[in-house]
């Protein structure tokens, strides 16, 4: 679909198109490749499914060759350069390195946009890549976010209560929980005896089916709830305990409702001059104001006092952001090398009699035609260790080892870098929260002056 030259637009299809169209790309100038070769891009992923295919046994009919997604920029904010750089960042981050990748660079519209076109199948040709449910809106926060870290517009979501007036609801509780409640509201009535709270359950509404095992069942529940399942404090013994005086009941702690963070604050002005009236001025302004409180309080829970401290920290939260997404870049990266190299190493060995049998043969072309595939891979993993200019293979074994090391140290830096880029996206929102206040409060004082 065709995209907002105001703002980023992505699609998420089936490959399709011209993506390398020459006068497109300025002669090619703007294509860029990971783990393969734009002029032989169709072959090594039509040979990857081929190799799927040996390696897994699976053949599928109606198969998917490669995946695109097409970023917009705004107009004359971005080089073409810069423009294929970020696509590149962004097919790296959103593959992992696990699936070769095509970034072209179009400059023929006012927009300039990219098309990223990656293999479904992996490098290491042992799976698929596989469409999931809200991957457009993946694809998008994760563009999103390379774009703020490289200083780029991005699309404003538009907040919820702008839409329609917002109603807070109370969370609703669970069958479990009314029933826990109920109970913790008869006990502190404390019955004389189990009988006796048994009843006061009944006149409560609920039916109670005695027996070895007490049971009871509210007016719309369709199973009995034993006690035992409620929770600590809450089966037949324990009841029975605090009923005789040898425990307290302790009621089941709820979740309490967690305050909602403060949010952007809006632009009025652009918002009046995309025809909003005086009303909405007036609601929006009451909304600033109570985002800007919640700022306020955020900066104080932080000590953040003046401009240059809120520089400092953003500043810090970045570095501390892209030094812990360097390193699991870093780790990806590797792990990636990792996974070909095996592969590559697997399939040396597998073909290495066949190809010694087609050299000896005089390199007959009856023999290659017969066993086309098997010299293709032993050709690619043989080109493979030339370019890494390996004199000694490594053996799998310590691949293997250094790939599982590599994963752990990722998945310990995981829950780190999800904190840092949360404590970054915070401090830079307030950042623009304070200077997009401060600025208002200076064109309302000019415009005082000016009356």
């Known amino acids: 679909m065709p995209a907002d030259p105001d703002v980023k637009n ?21 294509v860029s490749s990971y783990k393969c070769s734009p ?9 990857s499914k081929r190799q799927y295919e040996l390696v897994t046994g699976r053949r599928q009919k109606n198969d998917v060759i490669a995946y695109q997604i097409r ?3 705004k107009p004359g904010e971005i080089t073409a350069e810069e423009a294929n750089k970020v696509g590149y960042e962004l097919a790296m981050s959103f593959t992992k390195g696990k699936y070769a990748f095509l970034v072209a660079t179009h400059t023929d519209r006012e927009h300039i946009h990219n098309h990223i076109i990656y293999n479904s199948t992996a490098l290491d040709c042992s799976r698929k890549f596989r469409d999931f449910l809200l991957s457009e809106l993946a694809v998008q926060r994760l563009s999103d976010l390379i774009c703020l870290e490289h200083s780029l517009s991005v699309i404003e979501i538009k907040p919820y209560r702008e839409r329609q007036k917002r109603v807070l609801y109370p969370p609703k509780e669970s069958n479990r929980d009314q029933l826990c409640g109920v109970i913790d509201s008869i006990l502190a009535d ?4 189990y009988e006796e709270f048994l009843k006061k359950l009944e006149q409560q509404g609920y039916e109670v089916k005695r027996g070895k095992i007490t049971s009871v069942k509210g007016v719309r529940q369709k199973r009995f709830t034993r006690f035992r399942t409620l929770g600590a404090g809450y089966s037949e013994e324990e009841l029975k305990a605090v009923l005789a005086g040898e425990a307290e009941h302790c009621p089941r702690k709820k979740h309490p409702v967690q305050e909602q963070k403060f949010q952007m604050l809006v632009d009025i002005q652009a918002k009046l001059a995309e ?22 309080i955020f900066l104080q829970e932080n000590k953040i006092g003046s401009m240059d401290e809120m520089e400092e920290q953003v500043r810090a939260a970045t570095m501390r952001y892209h030094e812990l997404g360097d390193s699991i870049k870093a780790a990806e990266a590797r792990m990636a090398e990792i996974a070909v190299m095996k592969t590559h190493i697997i399939n040396y060995a597998k073909t290495r009699s066949i190809y010694e049998a087609y050299r000896k043969a005089g390199y007959s072309k009856r023999f290659l035609e017969a066993n086309r595939e098997s010299i293709a891979l032993h050709k690619a993993a043989k080109a ?3 370019e890494a200019g390996l004199k000694k293979l490594p053996k799998v074994k310590e691949l ?27 401090l830079m929102k307030a950042q623009k929260n304070v200077e997009m206040f401060f600025a208002d ?11």
């Open 10 to 30: 992505f699609s998420y299809t089936v490959v399709e198109g011209d993506a390398q169209n020459p006068d497109k790309t300025e002669q090619g100038q703007l």
């Open 39 to 47: 002029l032989t891009v169709d072959e090594e992923f039509m040979l």
């Open 71 to 73: 970023q917009s920029f």
């Open 190 to 193: 404390k019955p004389g005896s």
């Open 275 to 296: 025809g909003k009236g005086d009303g909405y001025a007036r609601w929006a302004k009451r909304y600033n104001l109570k985002e800007m409180s919640k700022t306020m």
């Open 384 to 386: 493979a260790f030339d």
């Open 400 to 426: 293997s080892i250094e790939y599982v090391e590599l994963l752990k140290k990722k998945k310990a830096e995981y829950p780190s870098y999800r904190k840092a880029r949360e404590r970054m996206q915070e």
């Open 441 to 451: 409060n200076r064109s309302e004082q000019e415009q005082q002056q000016t009356r």
